[in-house]
């Protein structure tokens, strides 16, 4: 992988020990970094300034991360990073639907934080891969990756971003199994079991959009124990 340092980014957290640690972190790391202790202030230097990745607070003074998340996912697609306190499996599964990144649990180690931030950097603009076989979408499907767009049956879809990328990597391997590890894995770059929840309620939103388009197909299969893989089609 490519090296990933030198990138930019904003911290938004309103406890001053906890941003001087990670800014501290980050820039011992060669990150350029930024800090905003209330999420507004968050979100309007991000409309002015080339941000690379967000670290977010999830209880902040001025309204909840969530919502600033989805504030920020209307107009960016910039990775975002979750900090909390809050640790169950609720959070995680719906920091992840509305567009978050990772999540990373107070307390935790300037050394994860930054492994964490490397990883979604690298996730975010992977270096170019060559392959003798060209990939073959499952039929019925077009994927444009220069608008990051899949139309089905020639009707465009309007996908959320990981909706996209699930359905991507689906359409680009047709008629392979996936288990939810490994859909977790290759989509949101991670394999935590408590998060696999997610992968279902993503299939489970990609199913309501193509049936709205061929409302006799399901080209989705359901391995029952295992995942999912989806259906090359009719030649």
Known sequence: MGDVTGRNILVIEDEPSIADNVVFALRSEGFGVTWRSLGKDGVAFLAEERIDLVILDVGLPDGSGFERCKEIRSNSDVPILFLTARADEIDRVVGLE???????????????????????????RPDPVETDEPR??????EVDEDLAQIAYHGTGLTLTRYEYLLLKHLVENPERVYSRAQLMEQVWGSSQTSMERTVDAHVKSLRQKLRAVAPDEDPIATHRGFGYSLSRGKP
């Open 98 to 124: 509305i567009g978050a990144d990772d999540y990373v649990t107070k307390p935790f180690s300037p050394r994860e934080l930054v492994a964490r931030v490397k990883s979604i950097l690298r996730r975010a």
């Open 136 to 141: 073959v979408p499952a039929r019925a499907f």
